[in-house]
């Protein structure tokens, strides 16, 4: 680390500083500058005194030079991960994957259509909500326990992996049943104790990035479910809450890059959540392949209009249909195969 | 609610709004403006079928009339609420309240310690985490299950409540020794699983806003707790995430004047993980005052140098001790007693 | 209009609501619904009278129906325009348009290098700025009145347009030689006396977008433009300031799809400096192409470490050139010509 | 500056980056640590170089050390401000000022009346827009040159001194004839053409912070002004634009506390503008006078039902004349007079 003294700051407090920085184990480099003192700080895990040292009198400011992750970061691992979803089924690699379904499960039947034309259209992966976090409490919450047996037949009909969201610790054990991944939703992205559950699961966990997360803040959130040994996390950009309204998020496209570069995990998009628009969707999962994701979580659903959740963003059959059939064009020219 | 009709859209297309509206058990009220249609539609539990109605063909836009939160608004419980915190001592009343200490619990000694300046100064409320969420799992995590022994000694000492932060479902019985107040995190704000808990309860909850979360997140949020029977929750305001750097999070002001206005439950101010910088600390303090909330929650440590989590940000106790002999000017220009 | 009328509000209250609106000259159309009453406000001009009616007594919230633009609006003009550049160049028709060349026009030798490479790779216009609008006075400004002839000599050799910068409209004219677009920076969006006056020039403008402006603020800004007579209005997503800090900006890559869909108007994606780093401008610039952009406006230096301003998002030539023969394939798959 | 070395980087890199570091007349002092490599650079002026150094290989980060702005701090003027606005009346001394007025000046009548309930309240300043920058140009823009002899009978009879808007560098010269305090509004925070001109008059400059600019960045453009000769600049913090929209935009109640500390100008708060509800604006005004701001600007208006701008956040006068009886307490809690 670095630590910026005061401007004010006199010998003796530059003294004490030093001081300070050697009690704690480190070696201290000061530097006299023109204007401005500067303390840089050499040692191992000099990262855990940050705080500690901010407090010091005469500190204008301590700027961190590692990166606050380790385990998910590319100067730990260069090559990028693949991870293995089901059988012959991979993300990361050369295949650019598509998952898709509905928001929510709300009955056999409308599950079962909607996973027949995913199946048919080529999506490589059924998504649907079994438990729904909805901002109100008066909002349908999902089918919950009742979900479980429908995923299972609907999953042994199409012969389709399964991701679905999980929001309790106490669920993670009967959703094993059924989730090929496990997802944890925007809101709970930094819910550590899910997190740190997730880490001994032995199934991929596909985590999306906060409201108000950073590209760094995501990486740590990871780091929690990777440190407790399950290094198979997906990453998701999902939108990130800023003043525009004509979009319910905005979808940071730059995320998906820097992600890319600063982590070998890989990283899918959700354009469904991050627009909150149907007519948005086609176009923001070509700009998702064009920018280097790995993959695309979308909400498609039988009949919009019927939809418990969500159903304005979803895309119909055919509409998904188009776009699978779009999809191989940039996927080639971004030298993916779908 | 109403509906907007997109500009181009037919005479057909409108009928049909007009029966779907029907169909559904309402009342459509069609208007024809001069460059545009709009349908107001009338009935109960209109709110449920706002997005069903946005995939219907012709629709531009829905716009709900009603708040999305009932129980904790104004519109249902006009008088404010004041919730017993303890024998003899409200919040929400004419009573301002200060909870001050640390931010997490450290030691016997160190709690103890501060836990006597903090009554001293004339705080009503003891603070300290015991469960510390933090960003990466490198970091210190609290003292966890260890630490339940010293807050209760520390409490019988000093006779003052105490708030805790809760992160798991599965601790809310052990803490239940200690916690008179149940504090939830700004990450967990969004933790549909706890806050479900949490309203069966019989302590009051310190529910925090998330970096993200609008006004109406927040209402919402705590509509969780309430719709479980637990009515005693107490709101606080920490700063949400925006551009600005100078602070670690931008302290909302006039979020505690809205959520006055359109909740009748009390609401509380944190200026230390707002700012994120001890001379910011009595600033905010008298302005929250000023602003008319209902209290603090405010870090205070010993020796901030030697604090494991947010020393930085924490008052020592001779700075606490001159904003407690500063706020009761501002507490009586409120109107309001320390 | 819709006037949300107060919970509380009693009869008294709403006549004199409705008799307000119809002093106005409009139609009032009070509908009462279970829980609250709502009055539609019909007639020309509305929206002009939205603050008026906001001060009155009763009213909770008033909602404008309309969209606060109309000429750039696809609702007054449905078909995309088609802006000429120059002889045969056009922008928002099938060929996508790729503006290039360094951030600053530093020197005859720098500029006429860099606009060669440009040319050679397959670059359609040139930009370089000649006045650099800087956060701070002490920072390089731009050559100003002595790039001129530097940017006539380049153009003249090259052949290419030229687009840059004007930041006062005291130098819209001497500007007049060069410019064959006018650009408005992203700090000057909502500078309305400079808009005015380009509206009364005969040669395209492209408008940036503000850091923290919506989509619905840069249509309202470029109407500034149109409805002093200019139609010829491009407009350009560069990036808008939220809390992450891994990019300069945040790409707003939904907002390409919104204003194509709103707005009848040609729309450029900038990702030098939305993203301000070199490595994440390639993939960038394929979304863009992928999310239905018109085209891009990239900043490229020869030697980027002697840049004086902005040369850490430069792309050298060897990347640019790299990038122009990626490109492409991505327009193909976005029905595109280069 | 600081200089954080790429993880991968070799020797001859870092020889390199030196080498470069001492050509540019630096002096380089790399530190190299355990996992990390650092390079302290020491010498004048060398924030000039942050970009060119950013481009070289091997460079993960420039950090800089020293404040971008130097005329308007703290390092280099220890004592706050005074500005004298008038003859006797002062800003940035022990008085708290308040500005008042209507948003826009309509007509003779209707500023002569509310100026008159602003002196009789004991406002100190009058407010008023003559020229009104509006998002729309289909809105009211202001009375512009026929404002002018109104403003100057007001001021008259008054005898208050006046501050205006002024938009337009053409417009400076008309404007001096009534401007006691020239305002630079939020969107023209960065016309650094205005700024210049502005630097050159003999009157105090009240500059408005824009919606999406930081603290540091409405420093440097107050810096704009005074590096021209003019010192009497007046900070203004009006709210930034964030996700919240229970508010017009959110108070950065933190901002006044944070420009108080790092610069010595004297900082007032516009809370009409930034909540955009008159009913929060007498809080909030309690709010600024606790945090520490040196004065108000505050709308107030005879009627609002009738004003042709922003009447929904104007006080009426017996609203306004309660406000000011409010006021001295926490002025006096403060250690302020009204």
Same mark, same amino acid.
């Given at each position: 680390?670095?630590?910026? =003294?005061?401007?004010?700051?006199?010998?003796?407090? %530059?003294?004490?500083?030093?001081?300070?920085?050697?009690?704690?184990?480190?070696?201290?480099?000061?530097?006299?500058?023109?204007?401005?003192?500067?303390?840089? %700080?050499?040692?191992?895990?000099?990262?855990?005194?940050?705080?500690?040292?901010?407090?010091?009198?005469?500190?204008?400011?301590?700027?961190?030079?590692?990166?606050?992750?380790?385990?998910?970061?590319?100067?730990?691992?260069?090559?990028?991960? =693949?991870?293995? *979803?089901?059988? $012959?089924?991979?993300?990361?690699?050369?295949?650019?994957?598509?998952?898709?379904?509905?928001?929510?499960?709300?009955?056999?039947?409308?599950?079962?259509?909607?996973?027949?034309?995913?199946?048919?259209?080529? $999506?490589? =992966?059924?998504?649907?909500? *079994?438990?729904?976090?909805?901002?109100?409490?008066?909002?349908?919450?999902?089918?919950?326990?009742?979900?479980?047996?429908?995923?299972?037949?609907?999953k042994e009909e199409t012969g389709l992996p399964f991701v679905t969201e999980v929001?309790? =610790?106490?669920?993670?054990?009967?959703?094993?049943?059924?989730?090929?991944?496990?997802?944890?939703?925007?809101?709970?992205?930094?819910?550590?104790?899910?997190?740190?559950?997730?880490?001994?699961?032995?199934?991929p966990v596909m985590l999306k990035r906060a409201m108000s997360a950073t590209v760094?803040?995501? /990486?740590?959130?990871?780091?929690?479910?990777?440190?407790?040994?399950?290094?198979?996390?997906?990453?998701?950009?999902?939108?990130?809450?800023?003043?525009?309204?004509?979009?319910?998020?905005? /979808?940071?496209?730059?995320?998906?890059?820097?992600?890319?570069?600063?982590?070998?995990?890989?990283?899918?998009?959700?354009?469904?959540?991050?627009?909150?628009?149907?007519?948005?969707?086609?176009?923001?999962?070509?700009?998702?392949?064009?920018?280097?994701?790995?993959?695309?979580?979308?909400?498609?659903?039988?009949?919009?209009?019927?939809?418990? %959740?969500?159903?304005?963003?979803?895309?119909?059959?055919?509409?998904?249909?188009?776009?699978?059939?779009?999809?191989?064009?940039?996927?080639?020219?971004?030298?993916?195969?779908?």
């Amino acid at each position: 680390m670095v630590i910026i =003294v005061e401007s004010g700051a006199d010998e003796q407090i %530059v003294e004490d500083l030093i001081g300070k920085v050697r009690s704690l184990g480190f070696k201290p480099h000061p530097i006299y500058g023109v204007e401005k003192t500067v303390i840089a %700080v050499v040692g191992e895990k000099t990262q855990d005194k940050v705080e500690v040292l901010q407090t010091m009198p005469g500190v204008q400011q301590i700027i961190p030079i590692l990166k606050p992750y380790k385990l998910v970061g590319r100067e730990v691992k260069t090559e990028s991960s =693949v991870i293995e *979803i089901a059988d $012959g089924l991979e993300i990361g690699g050369e295949r650019f994957i598509v998952m898709a379904g509905p928001c929510a499960v709300e009955s056999y039947d409308q599950f079962a259509e909607i996973a027949q034309y995913v199946k048919e259209a080529g $999506g490589h =992966v059924l998504r649907g909500g *079994i438990f729904k976090p909805r901002t109100s409490p008066h909002e349908f919450q999902g089918l919950r326990e009742e979900g479980v047996p429908i995923a299972r037949a609907v999953k042994e009909e199409t012969g389709l992996p399964f991701v679905t969201e999980v929001v309790d =610790v106490r669920d993670i054990e009967m959703l094993h049943e059924v989730a090929d991944i496990y997802q944890v939703g925007a809101r709970n992205m930094q819910n550590f104790a899910l997190l740190t559950e997730l880490g001994k699961v032995d199934r991929p966990v596909m985590l999306k990035r906060a409201m108000s997360a950073t590209v760094e803040d995501l /990486l740590q959130a990871a780091e929690y479910v990777v440190v407790e040994g399950n290094d198979d996390v997906i990453l998701c950009e999902r939108g990130i809450r800023t003043f525009e309204t004509a979009t319910r998020n905005t /979808l940071d496209i730059s995320a998906v890059i820097a992600l890319k570069r600063f982590s070998h995990l890989p990283v899918v998009v959700d354009p469904s959540h991050s627009s909150g628009h149907d007519w948005m969707v086609p176009s923001l999962c070509k700009a998702a392949v064009a920018a280097g994701a790995d993959g695309l979580l979308v909400e498609t659903h039988r009949r919009p209009q019927e939809a418990m %959740v969500d159903g304005y963003q979803s895309l119909t059959p055919p509409v998904f249909e188009e776009l699978m059939g779009e999809l191989p064009a940039f996927c080639e020219a971004a030298g993916r195969v779908l």
